[in-house]
């Protein structure tokens, strides 16, 4: 039985592990247009401030305590020619990643996808902006338990789709705040790390 679970694992360079996961982004470009009061943080000059002061040292990455890989879909529809019906792909689809963030004393958090959601719509007059204004790219890496990146997939032109409500309770004492954000994009792609891939 052991010699079973030896050849086993030794058919495996090693495996992932759900707790070890890596995320990578900023904010976008910023909107060229001089900003409303409503609006300031989020005009290129103050993506560029922001996104130093909220997520210098990368604290938003590192506050992300749950995420998700994303699934692409393959969209069929039924084709009947000279025999039983059988499906045939026509699109793709993507669905959006929620990200879940433990929110610090000043929610940093919260007020960083703020600052991106703004530069999304125009919140005096409900206007939107250009895509190349407020899209950005998010890394999501696999890890290994020495921190290598070994897998990981980009999704680009990301901008966040929904900020999650914060729930107050006088029973959580000792449990920190969570934020989610949920994420929409065009699409992702997968990106290996390592130099040789598939070491055996």
Not at 2 to 17: C, E, H, P, Q, V
Not at 161 to 170: D, K, V
Request: include cysteine; proline fraction near 5%; charge should be neutral.
């Amino acid at each position: 039985m052991s010699a079973d679970i030896t050849n086993f694992l030794s058919k495996f360079s090693g495996f992932a592990r759900p707790n070890r996961f890596l995320l990578e982004f900023s904010l976008p470009k910023g909107i060229t247009a001089t900003g409303t009061w409503l609006n300031t943080e989020s005009t290129a000059a103050g993506m560029i401030t922001n996104s130093a002061l909220l997520n210098g040292n990368g604290v938003i990455q590192i506050s992300c305590h749950t995420c998700t890989m994303p699934a692409r879909t393959l969209m069929t529809h039924p084709h009947v020619q000279h025999g039983a019906p059988f499906r045939v792909p026509y699109s793709q689809q993507y669905e959006p990643v929620t990200f879940s963030f433990y929110s610090g004393r000043y929610h940093e958090q919260r007020h960083f996808f703020e600052i991106w959601q703004t530069a999304v719509v125009n919140l005096n007059d409900n206007s939107f902006n250009f895509l190349s204004e407020y899209c950005s790219n998010i890394d999501i890496w696999q890890l290994d338990r020495n921190n290598n990146k070994t897998y990981g997939v980009r999704l680009y032109n990301a901008w966040p789709m929904a900020i999650g409500e914060l729930q107050y309770n006088y029973g959580e004492n000792n449990t920190p705040l969570s934020i989610t954000v949920t994420m929409e994009y065009k699409l992702w792609k997968n990106n290996h790390y390592t130099t040789t891939i598939y070491p055996q």
